[in-house]
Every structure is written in structure tokens, then in C-alpha cells.
Nanobody, 123 residues
Framework: VQLQASGGGLVQAGGSLRLSCAASGRPLSSYHMGWFRQAPGKERDFVAA????????VYADSVKGRFTISRDNAKNTMSLQMNSLKPEDTAVYYCAAKPRVLSVQTGSDYAYWGQGTQVTVSS
């Protein structure tokens, strides 16, 4: 499966952005999906995940209550609605996929990655 992330940009603290991830090549319903981010000089961190059907959502503590992950398998897309953004949310955001036979609860085993989209939150 090929993944294409989009929707990043520059926003002021307290603002909102919506990231999208478009999949091609295989049905998105075959995969659990996740969002990760990497700030300059830091390791890539898990942000959120959604299981193949959309019934199970997992969030990093740092984004709980502010970010919402969703998916539309009919359109082969996944989204991340980011509200109440903070400067520390600044990073390159990546969407990723892993086969649904694996657990959605862990932030590991993602085999497919999009190219990343930059999110910058100014203070």
C-alpha cells in the first residue's frame, strides 16, 4: 500500500489543523493505521492509531483530548484532526499502516509509511 500525507502548515498556538492520509494500491481496510511525528533532533514518536474498522482508537498521552483520529475505508483515507495546538506539536507528521493481523495497541510493526507533512505551531 502507498500512503500520501497532506494538510500540514503553519498555525498559531490554540489553532487547528486537519491532516489527511490517502492510500492506494490496496484496500485500507486491510490495515490498522497510525500517525507519528518527528521533531528536529528528536526520535519519531507515536501520536495516534486506529484499528482497521475504526472501532478502536489509541492516543499518546500528549495529544489525548486534543487530537482525533478517524478513517473512511470506502474512500481509502485516514485523518487526524488536531485542535488546541501547542508549539511542542511542531514536527513532521507521518501516516503509517500495518497489517490488521497485528495489534493496534502497540506503536511498533508499521511496515508502510507516507512521506510526511510539516506542522509548525507558532507561539
Amino acid at each position: 500500500v502507498q500512503l500520501q500525507a497532506s494538510g500540514g502548515g503553519l498555525v498559531q498556538a490554540g489553532g487547528s489543523l486537519r491532516l489527511s492520509c490517502a492510500a492506494s494500491g490496496r484496500p485500507l481496510s486491510s490495515y490498522h493505521m497510525g500517525w507519528f511525528r518527528q521533531a528536529p533532533g528528536k526520535e519519531r514518536d507515536f501520536v495516534a492509531a486506529i484499528n482497521w474498522s475504526g472501532s478502536n482508537l489509541v492516543y499518546a498521552d500528549s495529544v489525548k483530548g486534543r487530537f482525533t483520529i478517524s478513517r473512511d475505508n470506502a474512500k481509502n483515507t485516514m485523518s487526524l484532526q488536531m485542535n488546541s495546538l501547542k508549539p511542542e506539536d511542531t514536527a513532521v507528521y507521518y501516516c503509517a499502516a500495518k497489517p490488521r493481523v497485528l495489534s493496534v495497541q502497540t506503536g511498533s510493526d508499521y511496515a508502510y509509511w507516507g512521506q510526511g507533512t510539516q506542522v509548525t505551531v507558532s507561539s
